[in-house]
């Protein structure tokens, strides 16, 4: 009964954010708490932001970006292609909710304003970010090889510390998260023009033996059935590290995380 009424509110939850029953819900107002979540992003990316005035987020080389573009009235597709900074949280990560079948498009973490992840990581067709990759092992007590993610922002420090408490887990866990499935690859998002965060090299994948993918599910069907096998003591170890997990998202794809820090509240 405890699980379902944590099915129940993780449900409620994504409704609250998007309305789960309205296909021509449309997306872009302002968050309520929207200087909370700029703050976020100033306390998570130190070494790249210095600050914001509310109307602009200020990068630490001079660089400024408005956090609104007035529209509040995108579709979902809109959202995703030409999102503003404050678009990035327009559904609350579920942070310690069980996972469940999301509401229509609550997909926290898949909207990302580019020009701030190039300016902070790099542009990989410019091969601006392969210059900033480290090699780290994986798993190492259990021979998982190795894989190279950026250190900008402590990406790689942070996967480091994920490696070493996963290589901790029971080892009936260990076939989730080995071998890995990519990291860094300048590649476009599926069905989309924009990057992946696997071009920032900020992105990990697991063991796809055992994913689910809202594409691969599809067929017959014009919108996705969730699915998942993903344990969810893996997630939460990546999300103390600042890895969201795109396992809850609508649009789910459970062996993705990426380092989303800003969207897990303050550290």
């Known amino acids: 009964m405890r699980a379902k009424g944590l099915i129940l509110a993780f449900a409620i939850l994504g409704a609250f954010y998007v309305d789960a029953g309205n296909a021509e819900e449309l997306y872009g107002a302002t968050p309520k708490n929207k200087k909370e979540y700029l703050d976020r992003l100033v306390h998570s990316y130190p070494d790249k932001i210095s600050g914001h005035d509310y109307d602009f987020l200020i990068l630490k080389n001079g660089m400024k970006f408005r956090t609104s573009d007035g529209r509040t009235n995108k579709t979902f597709q809109e959202l995703i292609e ?3 900074i404050d678009d990035m949280f327009y559904a609350q990560y579920p942070i310690g909710v069980a996972p469940g079948q ?3 498009n609550f997909d926290p973490g898949r909207v990302r304003f580019e020009p701030l992840f ?3 990581y790099g542009d990989c067709d410019k091969n601006e ?3 900033n990759l480290r090699t780290i092992r994986w798993l190492p007590k259990h021979r998982g090889g190795s894989v190279a993610v950026t250190t900008e922002n402590g990406v790689a420090s942070a996967l480091e510390s994920v490696s070493r408490e996963l290589d901790e887990l029971p080892g009936d866990l260990l076939k989730y998260l080995k071998p890995l499935g990519g990291a860094y690859n300048c590649r476009r998002i599926a ?3 924009l990057k992946s965060m696997h071009a920032y090299g900020a992105a990990v994948d697991i063991n796809p033996r055992y994913a689910s993918y809202w594409r691969w599910t599809l067929s ?3 919108e996705p059935r969730w699915r998942n096998n993903i344990p969810i003591q893996i997630v939460r170890i990546f999300e103390k590290h600042g890895f969201i997990w795109g396992g809850y998202w609508y649009h789910y794809d459970t062996m993705h995380f990426e ?3 800003e969207l897990l509240g303050a550290n």
């Open 102 to 104: 999301p509401g229509k």
């Open 220 to 222: 017959d069907r014009s």
């Open 191 to 193: 069905g989309s023009g």
């Open 118 to 120: 190039i300016a902070m």
């Open 129 to 131: 970010v392969v210059k």
């Open 259 to 261: 380092y989303r820090p």
């Open 82 to 84: 030409k999102p503003d």
